[in-house]
């Protein structure tokens, strides 16, 4: 091979846009040389089309002759900063995706796609102003441009978008250019910052006196700042209540002294207002970006330009925001970083919590992951030394725990509202309303029964692309979908056998708050839960007016349990607590824990002390025994035990590949074939399961199989399923994906 260039810097090797796994080399013309950097957005020629790139490398030299050139250079700055790079790079082989699959997830498309700029809007000015005479001539005219100039008079001097005029009096385009014509007005375009909390005003919250336990913690977070090179990720175990969010603020403040910067991640779920308000009211509004996955387009563009110009230090925001172009990154914090909604179920299959702690490593700069209970992952790694664990076992004030009652649901009574809700959860529902106390009601399934089943045959409504049962919602009388949104009428009589007597069964949100409001009528009721929440600002409303008082009974599903902090809380009620013990994943005891604990936290965060009362009938499955005494070491001793037994994860890394297909023995032959040639040189220690049915069979309309591996060391297997699947080619409607430490078992 011959150097056909030997310039140094000459020579610019991208990846192109929306491709394969290949990095290309193009010439940098001379013109260009001392504007390309690593980063640099272009536009380079393949075949007869110019396609959008991002430069990864500048080597002096390619290996490939007759190089075609670099057509211009997109955006004036470079917009990937090396550490990024660096982290799609270990995306890429770490979670065996093409790189161009990782860079997507660092580099959001607004941003990828120079076209969208900055908003501009067109403005308008008085120049002069009529008097009445004139005003009422105009009016006869054109009574639209009359609209305008009033409106204008109103706030004189200043200049009032195009878009303001439109919705406050139907002001089109025309009847301003027709007014500038007459000299009346001015208009110009001024660029606007998109601020998705731009109307809300924030009250300044000042540091707290930390306590004994919150000033250790607090030490050895800065400690980590100041020489973060040394310092190992920090794993903070605080119960709920004890104060962890005050010590991340305080942690940050330190790192604005220093003129550093820093992210926090919260689950998608807990970034409400009253998270982002938590941030805002301590660093002023301006300084804190706000990043997730419901902003527009445009606002997303705005807020990630305020993080790249270093106008915002501080960024929020869910997953994707651990890719945040910040410079001088003193500390990354996770908050509840055992929630499920880091991984993403996308490809890249990216864990945010896990490459929070790879972009520390590589800054460097401190990390503090913080939960009241941790991932079986993230403790192990405490416990084995890889973390530095930190504990907060106390509320603060001397708070107590709340105090959790089981209730065995194996011998309720007859009664129908019964069936929902026990004796026991009535009456201390009733005490709440007496003492002006507020209820959280918690079940993890909306609709109102969860199927329709026939008494005489035992069929039960199905949904026709996917292996579930349909769900029965009241409202609107229809059974429907929970995974494709499939909506039928609902029968009269068994589809099957004919008989009349089918029947509803299970218990979803909409038939706890039917019971509620069956047994206390005059109660304030609300519910929330993905189908009362469809309009946009419900959510927010509906939290606002529980804080407010002016709701005496919450009931809801996961969208309640996490994160909220409402003082008049004295009683949480958990309806079922089985639900998401019985599934078929080796995480359902975790997660069953994880989430009594979360939900009984949301109890007694004020003056008075919280109750709660745990639903079950299986009172004495460990995972609630445990979550009831709020022993997190004790679940962790056994449930350790159990993974270590299967070497499961933590004490083993898993990767499931599926395949799906509208056509089922095409997809089973596909996953027969891909076992089959995984086989052939499989590297050492890697366990490799037999090819099945998943779990959850068809989704909508697609058939799937998965095969499930085992390694004590990913990349040697990770390398090694990328080569294989390279060299495989398989049935076009097979869609076959990697996960690799993957969540998402059904
Ligand atoms: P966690 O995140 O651990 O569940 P929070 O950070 O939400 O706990 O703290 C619970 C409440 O305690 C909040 O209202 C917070 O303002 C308050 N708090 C935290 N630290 C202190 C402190 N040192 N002194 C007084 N109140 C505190
Ligand atoms: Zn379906």
Redesign the pocket.
């Known amino acids: 091979m011959q150097n056909s260039a030997p310039t140094p810097g000459a020579i610019a090797r991208v990846i192109i846009d929306r491709t394969t796994d290949r990095e290309f080399d193009y010439r940098v013309p001379e013109a260009m040389l001392d504007r390309i950097v690593v980063g640099s957005r272009v536009r380079v020629p393949v075949r007869n089309r110019l396609l959008s790139a991002t430069v990864v490398d500048l080597p002096d030299s390619s290996p490939f002759e007759k190089l075609r050139d670099v057509d211009s250079i997109a955006g004036g700055h470079p917009v990937l900063r090396p550490v990024l790079l660096r982290m799609a790079r270990w995306m890429a082989d770490y979670y065996c995706c093409p790189v161009e699959t990782a860079m997507r997830a660092v580099l959001p498309q607004v941003i990828r796609d120079s076209a969208a700029g900055h908003r501009e809007r067109l403005h308008a000015r008085l120049l002069k102003t009529p008097d009445p005479g004139e005003l009422a001539v105009i009016e006869k005219r054109a009574p639209r441009q009359a609209d305008v100039l009033r409106h204008l008079l109103a706030s004189p001097g200043a200049s009032v978008a195009l878009t303001v005029l439109q919705k406050k009096c139907g002001a089109s385009r025309a009847a301003l250019d027709a007014l500038e014509e007459k000299g009346w007005v001015t208009t110009q375009t001024e660029t606007v910052w998109r601020d998705p909390y731009g109307d809300e005003s924030f009250l300044p919250s000042i540091p ?4 004994g336990e ?1 000033a250790a913690a607090h030490d050895i977070l800065l400690a980590a700042i100041a020489d973060p090179a040394g310092a190992k990720p920090i794993l903070l175990h ?11 603020l305080q942690g940050l403040q330190a790192v604005l002294d220093a003129g550093k910067s820093a992210i926090v991640l919260v689950p998608e779920i807990s970034l409400t207002p009253q998270t982002v308000e938590r941030f805002k009211s301590r660093f002023s509004s301006h300084g804190v970006a706000v990043l997730h996955s419901h902003l527009s387009g445009g606002e997303r563009h705005d807020e990630w330009h305020r993080i790249h110009t270093g106008k915002a230090r501080i960024v929020i925001g869910a997953r994707s925001a651990v890719f945040a172009p910040l410079d001088h990154l003193g500390l990354i914090v996770v ?1 509840e970083e055992h929630e499920n909604s880091y991984k993403q179920e996308e490809a890249p299959r990216y864990h945010a919590r896990d490459l929070a702690v790879l972009r520390a490593s590589m800054e460097p700069c401190a990390v503090l992951l ?1 939960s ?1 209970t941790p991932s079986l992952e993230s403790y192990h790694n405490a416990v084995s030394g890889k973390y530095r664990l930190v504990e ?1 076992r106390n ?3 001397d708070r107590q725990m709340p105090h959790i009652r089981i209730v065995d649901m194996r011998m309720r009574s007859k009664k129908a509202t019964a069936q929902v809700l026990s004796d026991l959860l009535v009456a201390a529902i009733g005490q709440r309303l007496e003492r002006s106390e507020q209820t959280i009601l918690f079940l993890n399934r909306r609709g109102f029964n969860t199927s329709l089943t026939c008494p005489a045959c035992g069929h039960v409504c199905g949904c026709p692309n996917c292996s579930v049962a349909l769900t029965y919602h009241r409202g609107d009388g229809r059974l429907v979908c929970h995974l494709c949104g499939h909506i039928e009428r609902v029968p009269a009589k068994c589809p099957k056998c004919s008989d009349a007597g089918i029947k509803y069964a299970g218990t979803g949100t909409e038939k706890v708050e039917d019971a509620v409001a069956r047994i206390f009528p005059k109660a304030r009721l609300a519910r929330m839960d993905a189908d009362a929440m469809t309009r946009k600002e419900a959510y927010r409303e509906t939290l606002g007016a529980f804080r407010a008082g002016k709701i005496d009974i919450l009931v809801g599903t996961q969208m309640i349990a996490k ?1 909220l ?1 409402f ?1 008049n809380v004295t009683l949480v009620g958990i309806v079922n607590a089985d639900l998401t013990l019985h599934l078929p994943d080796f995480r359902a005891a975790e997660r069953t824990f994880q989430l009594l604990v979360q939900v009984a ?1 949301r109890a007694g ?1 004020g003056e008075v002390n919280g109750e709660v009362f745990v639903q079950s009938h299986t009172p004495f499955s460990p995972a609630i025994q445990f979550a009831r005494q709020h022993d997190f070491a004790e679940f962790w001793d056994q449930e350790r035990e159990f993974r270590a037994q299967w070497s499961y994860p933590p004490f083993s890394h898993m990767v499931l590949i599926h395949l799906k297909s509208g056509n089922e023995r095409l997809a089973e032959f596909s996953a027969e074939t891909l076992h089959r040639r995984l086989k052939e040189h499989l590297p050492p220690d890697v366990f490799l399961g037999e090819p099945a049915p998943a779990p959850l069979k068809k989704s909508k309309g697609q058939y799937r199989f998965h095969i499930v591996l085992r390694t004590p060391r990913i990349l040697p297997l990770s390398r090694y399923l990328r080569e294989k699947l390279a060299a495989l080619t398989f049935p076009e409607d097979v869609h076959v994906a990697v996960d690799v430490d993957p969540y998402q078992l059904l």
């Open positions: 707290l006196t930390l306590n919150q605080g119960v709920t209540g004890s104060g962890k969010t005050e010590i991340y908050d913080g009241a907060l509320r603060v004030d994160g902090h003082p936290g965060r």
